[in-house]
């Protein structure tokens, strides 16, 4: 089956590559797009045609619509793949794409306005009987009203941006006293960030899990779901490690959770693969809003279910109907997924880009790496800081975890710092490995404080690799697996 000739990847790094090896498989020839900094980028070595966009920054670059929009006509592909971040979400865009008589590779321009709302979004969800936390309907139009219905529901109640999302202008509000401040501060933050101070307010759940459910929606919108993520490990509303199923799904609550995100699905008339986020907190779960993208942990639900999502993306948007029926798609096993990013955890996660001196990623059973980055490649200090996906799969969670930590020891990136040890300390917590995360892990388990122990422990074999490097600069994504470089310098190589 040919769906497409030639696909326009409008991104870069991982994510770029995952996209492009989909359409090398089907013989579907690829076109990069890059910037200055990325010039020497694998995405645009890997690609069959690549064209320059403009300056490092985004604006510039990746989120330079006509130019985009121009170069995918001048070389004529006939759809673009928005990958996640950038123009993903951008509903602008995918009307451009759209207008330009090009395949926007995702939802239609309208759905994703639609769950760009995520009052209008909440209305619509609710209206079809899917759960939804109490919030103020249409908005919060006056102070007093605002604080008349945080005093009905009670306290603690959360303040959010309507066009926001990803945390951003959120404040939590535990008693009376802060509300009014909350309100007002939070219409602020809403205009200057999104252009719009639509704010409303909701009740708050205190330490809920991040559980969301990817789907897959034909342009029939036929939808099929591929079960779910578990994703609360954060830091900032920046997700470090997801997993596959969650570990405490039981077949009653997927069954409702599964149900609602189709109904999620077909009231915003989805097409292509998209997720629906939920918080869950104890045995109840809530809609909060929809991820109209491919997502970045979209790799786990592939290695539980053995669905290649991007494949089926680009199917949907040529106009097949759903390869399979929701009877023929089986969960099996579990996977887990690391987020690596060029950032030093002891450094409060400053970003860390430089150059990779030395690079070796794991492999062997039930591991997969999707990364951007290769040995003489250096990590542009503009964009996004993760710079690869470790994932591992077993019949267990256990499996899965034990092969994490020994591909955590296998892997090798030196020239930069990374998050490989606040992974390693996760994966040795006790809590995890119970499977009781919620989304305040990190500050509630004091995972900083053991790192800490781990990198001293560590110290004098970094300090030994770092002599021996004469990098002048620290290198420290160290794991055990680094002793290797380490002897094989010590006998004069
Ligand atoms: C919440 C919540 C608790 N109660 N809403 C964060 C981003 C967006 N997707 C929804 N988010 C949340 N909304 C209510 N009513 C908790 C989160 C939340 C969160 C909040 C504070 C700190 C970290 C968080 C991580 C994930 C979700």
Redesign the pocket.
């Known amino acids: 089956m040919t769906f497409f000739d030639k696909v326009l990847i409008a991104n870069r790094g991982e994510i770029a590559i995952r996209i492009m090896r989909a359409c090398r498989e089907l013989g579907i020839e690829t076109v990069a797009i890059y910037s200055t900094p990325d010039k020497n980028a694998l995405h645009v070595k890997y690609a069959d045609e690549a064209f320059h966009i403009g300056e490092a920054h985004p604006s510039k670059s990746y989120l330079n619509r006509d130019r985009i929009i121009e170069i995918a006509t001048l070389c004529e592909a006939e759809a673009i793949h928005p990958g996640y971040g950038f123009l993903a979400e951008n509903y602008h865009f995918a009307e451009d794409v759209e207008k330009a008589g090009l395949t926007f590779i995702g939802p239609s321009s309208k759905t994703i306005h639609m769950m760009g709302s995520k009052l209008d979004s909440k209305e619509a969800m609710s209206a079809a009987g899917v759960p939804v936390?109490p919030w103020t309907k249409g908005g919060v139009t006056s102070t007093e009203a605002g604080i008349a219905f945080a005093e009905e529901i009670g306290y603690p109640v959360?303040v959010k941006a309507s066009a926001g999302?990803?945390?951003i202008g959120?404040q939590i509000v535990r008693d009376s006293s802060g509300i009014a401040e909350a309100i007002e501060k939070g219409m602020r933050i809403a205009q200057s960030a999104f252009g719009d101070p639509t704010i409303f307010i909701?009740?708050?759940?205190d330490k809920?899990r991040?559980i969301e459910v990817q789907v897959l929606s034909d342009y029939d919108c036929n939808g099929i779901h591929l079960y779910e993520r578990e994703c609360s490990i954060?830091r900032r509303?920046q997700k470090l490690v997801e997993e596959a199923p969650c570990p405490i799904m039981t077949p009653e609550l997927r069954e409702k959770m599964t149900d609602s995100a189709l109904t999620v699905a077909k009231v915003c008339n989805y097409t292509n693969a998209g997720t629906v986020?939920f918080?869950y907190s104890e045995g109840n779960y809530y809609f909060?809003?929809m991820n109209t993208r491919l997502q970045v942990e979209h790799t786990i639900t592939e290695m539980v279910t053995g669905v290649d999502i991007v494949r089926q993306q680009l199917a949907i948007a040529s106009g097949e109907p759903l390869a399979y029926e929701q009877d023929e798609i089986s969960l099996r096993g579990h996977a887990i997924e690391c987020r690596i990013n060029a950032e030093d955890p002891l450094n409060d996660f400053a970003a860390d880009p430089g150059k990779i001196v030395r690079y070796r990623s794991p492999g062997g059973p039930g591991i997969r790496v999707d990364s951007g980055i290769h040995v003489g490649y250096a990590i542009p200090p503009q964009y996004d800081s993760m710079i690869s996906k470790l994932c591992s799969y077993g019949l267990t969670r256990i499996e899965a975890i034990e092969r994490m930590r020994r591909a955590i020891y296998e892997y090798v990136i030196l020239g930069v710092k990374t998050t490989l040890p606040l992974h390693h300390s996760l994966m040795h917590n006790r809590q995890f490995i119970q499977g009781n995360t919620h989304?305040?892990f990190l500050v509630d388990q004091q995972i900083m404080r053991n790192l800490q122990s781990f990198y001293r422990d560590e110290e004098s074999r970094m300090q030994t690799l770092a002599a021996s490097l004469r990098q002048g600069k620290e290198t420290a994504a160290v794991t055990a697996a680094v002793n290797v470089y380490i002897q094989h310098m010590n006998k004069g190589n």
């Open positions: 936390l959360i999302g990803g945390g959120m909701e009740k708050y759940l809920p991040h954060q509303h986020e918080l909060m809003e989304t305040h």
